[in-house]
C-alpha cells in the first residue's frame, strides 16, 4: 500500500543523538539551544520557544492569549473563534484552558476559517481567533488582520491570533514563511509531520514579553537562569513541563537539513495532480491563490461517494483517508452545537487525501492518477 504518511529521518540524526546519550545532557541542552537557533534563521523570526509538542504550543498560546488585552493573566475565560474542520488538538488545548469555542464555518474551496462568517462572529467576548493552516494551505492572513483591525475599531479590543502550524511547516504566504506573520503560531514536530523531532513542538511568540513568559511557562514558571541552588528565586506564575528534551531536538536539527528538499518533492507531486486530475468526473479540487503557497503535508480532493472512493484506491494499493471528522458534532462539545455551518456542511463528508509525499514516486503518481481517472 502507498501510505499516506511516512517518518523522515535524516542520516544525521543517528550520531546527534549517540552524542546527546554519549555526554548524558537528555533534559535542555546544547541540543536544543542550537535547534532553536536554527529554527530562527529559518522562519526569521526573533521569538521562539520549542516544546514537547505542538498540542503544548496551542495550550500555551491559549494561555497566552487569555490574559492578553486585560492583564489578568488568570489562563481562564473568555470566547475562542475556531475552526470545527481541524484534528480534535487544536480545539481540545481551547477547553483545557477553560475557554469557551464558538465555531466558525468552514470556507468549501480552502477548506480554512471562513473570513465573512469570523467577521460575523466577532464580539466584545472574542479572546482569541484560532485558524489551521489544514494540510499547509495558508488561510487568508490579510482578510483575518482587517477583520480584526475592524473589531478593534468596533469594541476597543484586539482579540489575539492564534495560527495552528502544525501541517504548514514549509508554508508562504505572501513570500513570508508561515509562523512569521506577528501572531502567535503553535507548530508540531510530531513523527510524521514536515519536521520531524519523534514528539516536538514550537511557539513562535510575536513580542520579548510574550516570549519570556512563554519561556518560563515550558517550565513550571521558573526562569531557568534563576538560582535554584541556594533557592532565590521566585514563580511568579504556575506553568507546565513543556520543553523539548535533548534527544528530540538531535532529530529536529538533524531533519532540519534535509526538509525542504522533502516539501519539494511534496509541491512537485501537487502540482502533478493539480494537472492529472482536473476536470476528472467526480473530483473537485481545493482552490489555489496566488501568494498563498501551501507546503501540501497532505493533498485533499472533494469527491462523489467517498466511501466508493477509498475502496477503490484501496484495491489498487493506495492508502487514502479523511484523516479527520468535524470537531463540533462530537458528544464532548455538545453543548457548544451550532447547526447553521453550511459551508462545512456542504464538504465533509466528501473530503479525503490522498499520498502526495516524498516517498511518492512520479510512477505511483501515475498510477494514482490512472486510477482515479478510472472511476470507482
Ligand atoms: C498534528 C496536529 C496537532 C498536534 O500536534 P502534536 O505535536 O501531535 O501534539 C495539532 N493540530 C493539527 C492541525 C495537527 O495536524
Redesign the pocket.
Known amino acids: 500500500m502507498i501510505p499516506l504518511f511516512r517518518v523522515a529521518v535524516d542520516q544525521g540524526a543517528g550520531p546527534l543523538v549517540a552524542e546527546a546519550l554519549r555526554t548524558g545532557v537528555l533534559g535542555h541542552g546544547p541540543r536544543g539551544e542550537e535547534f532553536e537557533q536554527a529554527l530562527r534563521d529559518r522562519l526569521g523570526v526573533p521569538y521562539l520557544t520549542t516544546l514537547n509538542?505542538?498540542?503544548?504550543?496551542?495550550h500555551l498560546a491559549l494561555r497566552l492569549a487569555a490574559g492578553h488585552g486585560d492583564g489578568g493573566g488568570d489562563g481562564g475565560g473568555g470566547e475562542v473563534l475556531t475552526t470545527p474542520y481541524?484534528?480534535e488538538?487544536?480545539n481540545w488545548a481551547i477547553l483545557a484552558n477553560g475557554m469557551r469555542i464558538r465555531w466558525v464555518d468552514v470556507d468549501p474551496g480552502t477548506l480554512t476559517m471562513d473570513m465573512d462568517d469570523l467577521a460575523r462572529k466577532i464580539t466584545p467576548r472574542t479572546r482569541a481567533v484560532m485558524v489551521?493552516h489544514?494540510a499547509g494551505h495558508p488561510v487568508d492572513l490579510d482578510r483575518l488582520a482587517s477583520v480584526l483591525d475592524d473589531a478593534e475599531a468596533a469594541h476597543g479590543f484586539r482579540p489575539a491570533v492564534i495560527e495552528?502550524c502544525?501541517?504548514a511547516w514549509g508554508s508562504v504566504y505572501q513570500g513570508v514563511p508561515v509562523g512569521a506573520h506577528g501572531n502567535l503560531c503553535?507548530f508540531?514536530?510530531?513523527a510524521?509531520?514536515h519536521l520531524a523531532c519523534g514528539?516536538?513542538?514550537m511557539l513562535v511568540t510575536p513580542d520579548e514579553e510574550s516570549h519570556r513568559r512563554a519561556l518560563r511557562l515550558r517550565f513550571f514558571g521558573i526562569d531557568r537562569k534563576a538560582d535554584r541552588v541556594n533557592g532565590d528565586y521566585d514563580v511568579p506564575e504556575w506553568g507546565y513541563n513543556f520543553y523539548l528534551g535533548e534527544l528530540g531536538a538531535a532529530v529536529g536539527l538533524a531533519n532540519l537539513s534535509s526538509v525542504d528538499a522533502r516539501v519539494d518533492i511534496h509541491r512537485r507531486n501537487a502540482e502533478y495532480y493539480d494537472t492529472a486530475l482536473a476536470g476528472v468526473a467526480g473530483v473537485e479540487l481545493t482552490t489555489r491563490e496566488k501568494g498563498r503557497d501551501s507546503s501540501f503535508w497532505l493533498y485533499p480532493v472533494k469527491v462523489d461517494d467517498r466511501a466508493a472512493f477509498i475502496r477503490r484506491l484501496a484495491a489498487a494499493g493506495i492508502t487514502a483517508s479523511a484523516v479527520v471528522r468535524r470537531n463540533d458534532t462530537h458528544t464532548a462539545v455538545r453543548d457548544v452545537y451550532d447547526p447553521e455551518l453550511p459551508g462545512l456542511e456542504s464538504v465533509h463528508d466528501r473530503v479525503v487525501h490522498i499520498p502526495v509525499g516524498w516517498w511518492v514516486s512520479e510512477w505511483d503518481c501515475e498510477h494514482i492518477a490512472e486510477t482515479i481517472r478510472s472511476g470507482w
Open positions: 509538542n505542538g498540542t503544548s504550543a496551542l481541524t484534528f488538538a487544536t489551521v489544514w495552528d502544525a501541517q503553535a508540531s514536530f510530531h510524521t509531520k514528539t516536538g513542538g
